[in-house]
Every structure is written in structure tokens, then in C-alpha cells.
């Protein structure tokens, strides 16, 4: 699933292809109603943890999450012809988006909007340092273990399972147990800087020296100790764990 590295990154790509023009907005699947949209100039495009929120001029956001097999495409060939699942195509003067198999592609009136970030906790992505302490207090006092708030967004948005098993790896923490605020404080200095790095490289970058790296996540044995990485399902999604270098 898209972790927030790459929600911010395709708001960030959308936002400077499209943002102030007018855009033609369609559903060539016809499994979305475009009409409010179309012909409508694009305001901004923002990412929220793992949601995207596009605001236009006269007419209600649009609320898009990918879950599990969304994807964009892009193309600067606007003579294409639209794939035919498309949900949702973003045309602007030279560049369109194609989003594809979505689990979320909806108008959002102010009151939902609000209401989606309600649900949410602080992005790393969005109020980097200056959430610090809101975050660090926010996980420490999770009643569940780490590895389970990570990945609940009402505890911090934007955190995945890439995320959850690279990040937990480098505070040297193991997910079934829980974390005081000092711990969460350096788990969330460690979210800022790793996925601020992550949003330009295009994928979780946990070592910038090696970005296509992953210290334990997927991998057999732990890339700092070669002990072999123990991986069983915790909260719905299988953790990768150094029994060596975290406790
Ligand atoms: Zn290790």
C-alpha cells in the first residue's frame, strides 16, 4: 500500500502539472461523477497522510485514497486516448493524470473534510519538528504496542508497514512492546527526516547512503548484523523484526 512518502509526492507532481488551470474531468470508467469538476480551475492538491485532497474553484474537493492497488498514471501525450478504467482523469493545458483502481474517489464537502481530519493523527510529512511533541505524546500513550500504533492513523498519519518495520529498526525497538515519549520522540525525528528523503527518491529510503537498501524489511537477514529477520503478521500486516539489534 502507498505510504505517505509517495501520497505527498504524487500531490506534490499533480500540483505542479495541474495547479491554477482549468481541467477537464472525467470518468471514463463512469464510476465517478466528474460533472461538478469539469471546467473547473484546480486550486491546490494536498496529501494528508494517506488521502490526497483536491480543492477547486466553485465546486467541492475531491477525496482520493489508493488503499491497497490505486495508482496514477501520467501522461504529457493529452491525444491519448484514456485508459478505459480509468476512474478519475485530471487534464489540464499540457499533462493528465489517469487514477486507476482506488478504494476512495469522492466529492467532500467541508463538514467531510473536517471530518476526515479528525480521524487522522499528526503527519510527519506536514508538520515535520513542530508536531514533535503532540506526536511523541500521542504514541507513548497508545494503549497498543508500537508496532500496532504505527500503522493506526489516528495515531500518526502516513505510516505503513515499509515505514513501521524500517523506522522501528533504526530506533532499535521491537513492535510488540510499547515506547515511552523519549522513544516516540526519536521515532518521530526519525519519520520527518527519513520520509522527507523518501518523498523525492519516489520509495522508502531508510539509509541515504543506499537507497534501494532496506535494513530488515522483506529481507532475510538483517542488513547490519546478518542475523536472520524474523517475520510473523502483527496487526494485520507482517512485521520484520532484528531479534538482535531491537528490543
Ligand atoms: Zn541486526
Not at 79 to 85: D, F, I, Q, V, Y
Request: proline share 6%; glycine share 8%; charged share 25%.
Amino acid at each position: 500500500m502507498p505510504e505517505a512518502h509517495s501520497l505527498h509526492r504524487h500531490a506534490r507532481d499533480q500540483r505542479e502539472a495541474l495547479a491554477g488551470q482549468v481541467l477537464s474531468v472525467t470518468s471514463p470508467q463512469r464510476k465517478f461523477d466528474a460533472t461538478p469538476f469539469d471546467g473547473h480551475r484546480l486550486q491546490d492538491v494536498q496529501a494528508y497522510g494517506k488521502h490526497l485532497v483536491y480543492s477547486f474553484d466553485g465546486a467541492p474537493d475531491v477525496h482520493v485514497h489508493l488503499g491497497m492497488k490505486g495508482i496514477f498514471l501520467r501522461t504529457d501525450d493529452l491525444s491519448l486516448p484514456p485508459r478505459g478504467g480509468t476512474r478519475m482523469r485530471l487534464a489540464g493545458e499540457t499533462t493528465a493524470f489517469s487514477l486507476i483502481a482506488p478504494s476512495r474517489c469522492e466529492a467532500m464537502d467541508e463538514q467531510a473534510f473536517t471530518a476526515l481530519l479528525a480521524t487522522l493523527g499528526p503527519d510527519p510529512l506536514r508538520v515535520g519538528e513542530a508536531g514533535r511533541d503532540e506526536a511523541a505524546h500521542r504514541l507513548a500513550s497508545a494503549r497498543a504496542a508500537v508496532g500496532a500504533a504505527l500503522l493506526d492513523q489516528s495515531v500518526w498519519a502516513g505510516i505503513g508497514n515499509a515505514w513501521r518495520a524500517e523506522l522501528l529498526f533504526l530506533a532499535g525497538i521491537d513492535p510488540t512492546r510499547r515506547v515511552d515519549e523519549d522513544e516516540a520522540g526519536l521515532l518521530w525525528d526519525l519519520a520527518v527526516e527519513h520520509l522527507r528523503v523518501g518523498v523525492d527518491a519516489g520509495q522508502v529510503v531508510s539509509d541515504p547512503t543506499a537507497p534501494d537498501e532496506r535494513w530488515v524489511y522483506k529481507r532475510e537477514t538483517c542488513r547490519r548484523c546478518g542475523t536472520p529477520v524474523r517475520n510473523w503478521t502483527f496487526a494485520g500486516r507482517v512485521a520484520w523484526v532484528c531479534p538482535v539489534d531491537q528490543r
